[in-house]
């Protein structure tokens, strides 16, 4: 068994006493994706249901699932789904859905617990959404808690859990929260940012999603999830800024702006769909805090307890300030995190990171090329554009940066770890990776990236990319100030290093 954030918690087993046939709907969502991975972790037999099956692709765990293909409104493609089946985990919903999402959400889950219902599905579970303590519910968390209520009373016991503001890189939420936080250093904002909320990690979701598999299938009810922390929204997003390493917020709450308006607000600020904003904006207008903590007493905490905020946070940064953007998922055997992006997370998850990506072919081999890779810097130069990497060295200088002056340490090989101009080097793997930090003053984090593969018979390939997470808002602007210099040093440096007669690659 892989070990994942649920490796201690036990496995649910069919009469014959293996690890029981799971089905995943939504698999291709935030949760579901996630999931999976933990499910396979449990050896659990695991099916998804999904419209097209070519959205699996990119998930690692698709050789390891049993793959149906139908609409989760079509009775007979989740009989298909359900046939054989132990327990179901539903993670259908309807947010995207422009008008009368709540009848759609309505018309999944009845249609879902029939069929469960005939085809004897011994468990459900359902991930809804936090219910405010007033009752006052928006539309989408009142469509959520109709959605639960249909399923407990379907006559297949369902576990509901309700969870709020969910913390990892990819949720809605989360990503909503940390578009918000980094690009307004300072924000007028509807007063709703004052209500008290209570968000969980990632990470303790899929612990109680896992653990429902097992209780007692007498249990019949609703659960809220939570973490241990109440705050706050304007406080969520002054602890955000303290984590990320940014000011602290000049934030300015007022009674004018509605959800309307806010959302729309957001939807110009985020690159989270208006529409999603808007039911998110509206489940937040009153405190959302956990009733009791009653789920405890059916699945255990973690080792060292559930997750605090500053760690989820912290969680969710990691990857990207790490820079494995690209060879995360590349390894089916190595399971990950559940804060790290997917690459099938929506293309505004997982924060922001700007990439200039050039593809050249060359009829050079693969280690001509890599032996000039490998002498980039110093007095070797970059490209034939030398004066704006000069430039740039003397801009660093002037701030108090180290500028080009460091050279290199050999004129033709390199060690990771050793000082190279103002980069360093971060990864060698010869002869096809090299990654360099960048060293010089920045508002944010930088690397440029080298490979180098066998394309064909007569080229190889040479990509070459540059990378910068952004630092708050002056980051952004930074990026967007020197983007015009990218198009003079960055295709003649590709250029050099792939040698004479490169030619670029079609498809980049």
Known sequence: MIKTVTSDLPTLRNSNGQPATVLVTGATGYIGGRLIRELLSHDYKVRVLVRDAARLNDYPWVQNVEVIVGDATNPEALKKALKGVDLAYYLLHALMVSKDFESKERELAEVFGSVAKKQKVSRIVYLGGMISNDD??????????????????????????????????????????????????????????????????????????????????????????????????????????????????????????????ASGWIGLVTPVPVTLAKRLVASLKHDVVARDSDIRGFIPDAKGGMTDFRSAVGLALSRVKDLEVETRWSNASVPGTPSEPLPTDPSWAGGSLYVDHREYLSTDSVSEIWSRVEAIGGKNGYSTATWAWELRGLMDLVVGGVGLRRGRRDPNTLMEGEALDFWRVE??????????????????????????????????????????????????????????????????????????????????
Request: aromatic share 8%.
């Open 136 to 261: 006052q519910l928006s539309p989408h968390m009142s469509a959520r808690a109709e959605t639960g209520e249909i399923l407990r009373n379907s006559g297949v016991p369902t576990i509901e859990l309700r969870a709020g503001v969910v913390i990892g890189s990819g949720s809605a939420s989360f990503e909503m929260l940390r578009h918000l936080t980094e690009r307004l250093p300072f924000m007028v904002t509807p007063k709703w940012l004052l209500n008290k909320i209570q968000p969980i990690a990632i990470r303790d979701v899929l612990r109680y999603l896992v653990g429902s598999a097992t209780i007692d299938k007498k249990v019949n009810r609703d659960f809220d999830i939570a973490g241990p922390e109440v705050f706050t929204y304007l406080e969520m997003m002054q602890l955000y800024a303290e984590v990320a390493g940014l000011r602290r917020r000049i934030i300015i709450p007022l009674p004018v702006l509605t959800p309307r308006l």
């Open 427 to 508: 990864k060698i793997d010869r002869p096809h990776l090299l990654r360099l930090r960048a060293e010089m003053k920045l508002p944010g984090l930088a690397w440029l990236e080298f490979r180098v593969t066998q394309f064909d018979e007569s080229h190889s390939l040479l990509v070459q990319k540059a990378y910068f997470h952004p630092h708050g808002l002056s980051g952004h602007g930074y990026w967007w100030l020197v983007s015009f210099m990218h198009g003079i040093v960055f295709p003649s440096m590709a250029k050099k290093l792939a040698g004479k007669g490169c030619k670029k690659h079609p498809t980049s």
